[in-house]
């Protein structure tokens, strides 16, 4: 049996080494890069606090998971610090992880396709009312509908935005999901052996992957392709912005870097004349 861990010590544990290690191996960018990626990086654990608070609170109240006698120390709207934590802490590994993979943001044609992005608000809708029915058939879908239906508003909204960029650049946001969220599984499945937290059998669904709760595997994946297409969306929209701001150059020109030779001023002198 191991030892069981309060919330603070398992991030000390499995979280702030992880968070130290990607920030000394992250890429290092020029200024305008630096500045922007850092700002993603906020405005994404902003919107981390803002939109999750309410239904992991919700959740908690409801007994979909709890933590052992003596493992939190300080609760806030019935979440621990430690779950607060949380909120930042997975978005700045996945969103170091991110970048030390690589992504390119730059706007090309075709991104605004609307194809993609119907498709995509038509699926983030359908979430939403899937996971709403789930929650309704029975107790044990609770977590489970619950985050389809939490996860639906932000798929449709960013899909709405970046569907066409989003689906030329699949390898790069499911590696940058799947990488972090793998680590995460890891570190949740050892909290569940140690007691730090267990999650309710009347509310969930009993299916398990070498005992990592289903729901617990697609938060984290969740989580983790919602925080890496903000990211990727956010530095595209600049580059899209960037490039509106060049009135003077044509479509064809914003995407060829070589520059036109000036056109001849005919009132200048011809200096193979003269």
Request: aromatic share 14%.
């Amino acid at each position: 049996m191991l030892p069981t861990l309060t919330y603070l010590q398992f991030h000390l544990v499995f979280s702030l080494p992880v968070v130290a290690a990607l920030w000394y191996l992250a890429p290092r960018y020029d200024v305008v890069r630096r500045r922007r990626a850092t700002a993603g990086i906020a405005i994404l654990v902003a919107i981390a606090y803002v939109y999750t608070t309410p239904w992991i609170s919700y959740m908690i109240r409801r007994g979909a998971w709890w933590y052992a006698d003596g493992a939190v120390l300080v609760r806030a709207l019935s979440i621990p610090l430690g779950e607060y934590l949380f909120f930042a802490i997975q978005t700045v590994v996945t969103a170091f992880a991110l970048h030390l993979i690589g992504f390119d943001p730059t706007f090309r044609e075709g991104d605004y396709d609307r194809g993609p992005r119907i498709a995509g608000v038509v699926a983030g809708v359908a979430m939403v009312a899937g996971g709403l029915w789930l929650v309704t058939l029975d107790p044990s879908y609770l977590y489970l509908g619950g985050l389809i239906a939490w996860v639906g508003p932000v798929f449709a909204l960013q899909w709405a935005v970046g569907g066409g960029y989003l689906i030329r650049t699949p390898r790069m946001w499911l590696a940058a999901t799947l990488i972090p969220a793998a680590y995460f599984w890891i570190a949740d499945r050892i909290a569940i052996a140690m007691g730090t937290w267990q999650l309710s059998a009347e509310l969930t669904t009993g299916v398990a992957v070498l005992g990592l709760p289903i729901e617990e595997m697609l938060f984290f994946a969740s989580a983790g392709v919602m925080t890496v297409n903000g990211l990727v969306l956010f530095e595209w929209v600049l580059d899209w912005n960037d490039r509106r701001g060049r009135p003077t150059e044509s479509a064809a020109d914003a995407f060829d870097p070589t520059p036109e030779p000036p056109e001849p001023d005919p009132e200048s002198p011809d200096p193979v004349n003269d």
